[in-house]
């Protein structure tokens, strides 16, 4: 080889080199900041491996293009098999998603608690037929609650509250659970910092029932109204020096519902307890189609998964479904799924939620021991799984809160709450 053709190979070898240097900064580059805006877009981790993958595949075929490695119709060949592997694995993810997204879902998030906001227009919260007997003024309790029970106190503070401090819808936005919730997970868990002279919206919000007890252990509320705390709840009470104090208001079925097509009318307790062991997993066994049971759950601490526990007794608890989810920063979270209404699906939460404030007419109620989960059979007893809910306090020093609970457990309150949908102690 002359030298001339050495000095012309070197030449070539050395733009080559320089040409896969600058194609791999670029693309890395190029991929790295594709791969950030998947994540903080929403994407999941399917998302970002398959992200990773085009990239690796542009890559490649870069590369073999530079170096004129294989032959060039086995370079498209080779390229556009790769981008097929690619893109009908999204595709089918996609369709599959789409098809989930389709399905109906029952999910407290989905439900507009602004409209039982005390004083706006047209409010769905309950009124007295008669002046109340009880008026508060000056120092205010701040109340907070399970979404379920949101109408119910929103209801006793339209009786008694001044109507003055609620400019219309000032709610709204409070009442809605995420927003608070982002908060304590922000602050780890700990109290917001109060304001010095509450408004509105710190007076009457919904948190859910978590946050709720959260917020009332670490001094952020005066009265929350739950169904009975949780293990760790208790334990969080404990740990914080807090004595909690519950005072039974009402009474509440806890209902199981599957799809409305689903030919079960009902279960016995013990099948419940099979199907949430994982002991019990297609509907054939209860009379029902050959199809596996998808048995949902909620959330840790939320009131339902509660009374599902203690429903459970010493039965173990199976994991429930779950799904990624985009959480902040892009970071991916694991959490439970919320009930979505396929045919073959269980779920459960209260009586109240799932006929009045869902108003789904595509799932069913199941009978309980061949009971059904009415009002009349939780007023007479006869329906197994009815409990009481609380007006929970832990030692608040606000002197109108106990004016406030008595006031509930009198006749005018329990007329609220009769009238809201709830079962009343009397």
């Not at 979505?340 to 699906?345: E, G, S, T």
Request: charged share 20%; glycine share 8%; hydrophobic share 45%.
């Amino acid at each position: 080889m002359t030298d001339a053709n050495m000095k012309k190979s070197y030449k070539t070898l050395a733009i080559k080199i320089i040409l896969s240097v600058l194609i791999t900064a670029l693309l890395f580059c190029c991929g790295f900041v594709a791969l950030i805006i998947v994540a903080l877009s929403g994407g999941l981790y399917f998302h970002q491996f398959m992200t990773v993958a085009a990239f690796v595949a542009v890559w490649l075929f870069a590369i073999a293009q530079i170096w004129k490695l294989l032959k060039p119709k086995t370079r498209y060949i080779a390229f556009v098999a790769a981008a097929a592997l690619i893109m009908l694995p999204v595709a089918g993810f996609e369709i599959i998603r789409a098809y989930d997204n389709g399905i109906e879902q029952l999910s407290e998030r989905n439900i507009d608690l602004s409209l039982y906001d005390p004083f706006r227009e047209n409010t769905l919260a309950a009124s007295l037929d008669a002046p109340p007997a009880l008026t508060l003024s000056g120092e205010l309790p701040r109340l907070d609650g399970a979404t379920a029970l949101y109408p119910v106190y929103s209801a006793f503070a339209r009786a008694v509250y001044p109507r003055e401090i609620f400019q219309p819808d000032a709610l709204a936005e409070f009442v809605q659970p995420d927003a608070v919730a982002e908060d304590f997970k922000a602050d780890g868990g700990a109290a917001i910092d109060e304001p010095a002279k509450p408004g509105p919206k710190e007076i009457l919000a919904c948190t859910n029932t978590g946050n709720a007890y959260r917020r009332l252990i670490t001094g952020y509320t005066d009265i929350i109204f739950v169904a009975k705390p949780s293990k760790e709840q208790r334990e969080m009470a404990a740990e914080a020096g807090v004595e909690l104090t519950l005072t039974p208001i009402g009474r509440e079925a806890f209902v199981f519902f599957v799809n409305a097509k689903n030919p079960v009318r009902g279960l016995a307790v013990d099948d419940i307890r099979r199907i949430y062991s994982g002991k019990a997993v297609n509907w054939r066994e209860f009379g029902g189609k050959n199809k596996e049971i998808r048995a949902f759950q909620r959330p840790v601490n939320s009131g339902s998964q509660t009374a599902l526990i203690g429903l459970m007794g010493e039965t173990p608890l199976m994991s429930p479904p779950s799904e990624d989810v985009a959480g902040g920063m892009g970071d991916i979270i694991n959490e439970v799924s919320a009930y979505r209404n396929y045919d073959n699906a269980i779920g459960y939460s209260f009586l109240f939620f799932a006929t009045e404030m869902a108003r789904d007419d595509k799932i069913k109620l199941l009978e309980i021991n061949g009971v059904a989960p009415t009002r009349e059979n939780v007023e007479n007893g006869t329906y197994p799984y009815a409990s009481e809910f609380y007006a929970v306090t832990a030692g608040t020093e606000n002197p109108n809160a106990g004016r406030l609970i008595d006031w509930i457990l009198s006749a005018q309150g329990q007329e609220l709450i009769a009238k809201t949908g709830y079962t009343p102690l009397r």
